[in-house]
């Protein structure tokens, strides 16, 4: 991977992620599951754990979804490590993918109080008799998250910041798009799945929109105000 000048930040990540993904395959195979431990749960679920946070980041639900993120990774991910330098890369990286869970987690946290009227529930004598509401509750108590999405969505809004007018090819289309066009309307899908909730969809739309959100945040918060002029380009 050195020949190919991949940023060390960037490049241990890609390793670590390739690392968690052949483990839980291997576990799979003799009919253990990796994902009880590493992804991760509700706060109030009884399967959560401490380490969660940060395991769940490198852990993925399938090649696709493994793949896709990896690429992006290497892809964006490289020439905001140039720019930033490995510190403040790292750091970036894993603070959007903290916000993430964050949304996610108050968006979860919402659902359970409309439904039990307390974000945190003794589960053992908890009681409801409403099958949606009972099902909606056992998908987030016993449902896991996994995968970097949200610290790539912070990556991905970060380089449509600081790199609005660079030309991305968009599988399907057939012309070059500029970031500040395409990562907004890629945005505003995730906000509408997000809110339809359409039945069958897994995916943590809110998590990709809370890595978003932070990573907006940040590159904002990070601007050099002496390099103003230059600051975008």
Known sequence: MNNINIPPVVKNLLIINGIFFFASWIFTQQGKHLEEYLAVFYFDSPFFRIWQPI?????????????FNMFALFM???????????????????ITGL??????WAVQAFEVYQIT?????DLSTLRVNNLE?????????????VGASGAIFGLLVAFGMLYPNVE???MFIPVPIKAKYIIPVYIVIELFL?????SGDSVAHFAHLGGALIGFILVKL?????RFYDYYE
């Open 55 to 67: 395991t769940y980041m490198f852990m993925h639900a399938g090649f696709a979804h493994i793949f």
């Open 76 to 94: 964006f991910g490289g020439v905001l490590e140039q720019r930033w330098g490995a510190k403040k890369f790292i750091n970036f990286y894993l």
């Open 99 to 104: 916000g993430a869970l964050a949304l996610q």
């Open 117 to 121: 009227g307390a974000v945190v529930n």
């Open 133 to 145: 509401h009972l099902n909606t509750l056992r998908s987030i108590y016993n449902g896991p998250m």
């Open 168 to 170: 991305l090819m968009i």
């Open 194 to 198: 997000g809110v339809a909730r359409f």
């Open 222 to 226: 990070w601007k050099d105000k002496n």
